[in-house]
């Protein structure tokens, strides 16, 4: 493991240890509105990067979806299997997703990419089509330049801002995010709001992006 990824190990370890179910047990907006697209597509497998402790996970698994999870931090990936048992879970980066043999329907991430830098954003998101069937879906969430938090803490590239030690964040607008996208078909964009439990910090509403993308045709 490289020492960036070392050091996000090291500090999502902590930030779990810290705060358990730092972000409550209810699934976020957006994994509800999901969940819906998935059922209108039929999708039956579906693969979360960034799973955490389960909260998104448990909720596609519970209406029946096969689901895979995975996680960097070895304690989030030990509450989840006890938080949500019908999920199956990988201890691992997400930029080693390609190293998975599973093919899926669809890709449900949310608030993982905006953790990386440039190169990587680019590299996860592939690793993730990979691992995609055809027509498959790739849904993700991202912080938005309306976040409150935007332009916080040393700018390490072009609205990625290190306001702590360890965890980059890159700040989407909309027309950033679609070009992150712009080899995939897109279906839908848009903002939501999802409020959120950060433990002594109180709760805390996230202006976040969403794209809905499938893959093209081969």
């Keep these: 493991m490289g020492n960036y990824l ?13 705060g358990n179910t730092i972000w409550g047990i209810n699934p976020s ?24 402790y389960g909260r998104n996970t448990k909720l596609f698994s519970n209406a029946g979806l096969s689901v895979v999870g995975v996680e960097i931090s070895g304690i989030a ?3 989840a299997k006890e938080f949500d048992p019908l999920s199956k879970f990988y201890n691992m980066s997400v930029l080693d997703i390609e190293h998975i043999s599973e093919m899926f329907d669809a890709v449900y991430c949310f608030n993982v990419l905006h ?15 990979r691992n995609i069937k055809d027509r498959g879906i790739l849904y993700f969430v991202v912080f938005s330049e309306k976040e409150k938090n935007f332009g916080t803490g ?3 590239e072009e609205n990625t801002f290190e306001s702590k030690p360890g ?7 909309d027309n950033d995010l679609m070009e992150h996208f712009k080899d995939y078909n897109l ?26 993308c499938s893959l093209p045709l081969q």
């Excluded at 070392?6 to 810290?18: A, G, H, L, N, S």
């Excluded at 509105?33 to 960034?50: M, Q, S, T, W």
């Excluded at 953790?115 to 089509?129: D, G, V």
Aim: hydrophobic letters at 35%; aromatic letters at 14%.
């Design 77 to 79: 990936f030990n509450l």
């Design 29 to 52: 907006n957006s994994a509800r509105y999901a969940l819906e697209i998935f059922k209108d597509r039929n999708v039956c497998d579906l693969l979360v990067p960034g799973s955490g």
């Design 6 to 18: 070392f050091k996000m190990k090291e500090y999502w370890d902590k930030r779990f240890k810290d």
């Design 154 to 156: 040393n700018e390490v």
């Design 187 to 212: 279906i839908e964009t848009g903002l939501v709001e999802d409020q959120e439990g950060h433990g002594a910090e109180g709760e805390h509403t996230h202006v976040l992006r969403y794209i809905v």
């Design 115 to 129: 953790l990386f830098r440039q190169t990587e954003r680019e590299q996860f998101i592939k690793s993730c089509a």
């Design 167 to 173: 965890r980059p964040v890159h700040y989407f607008s």
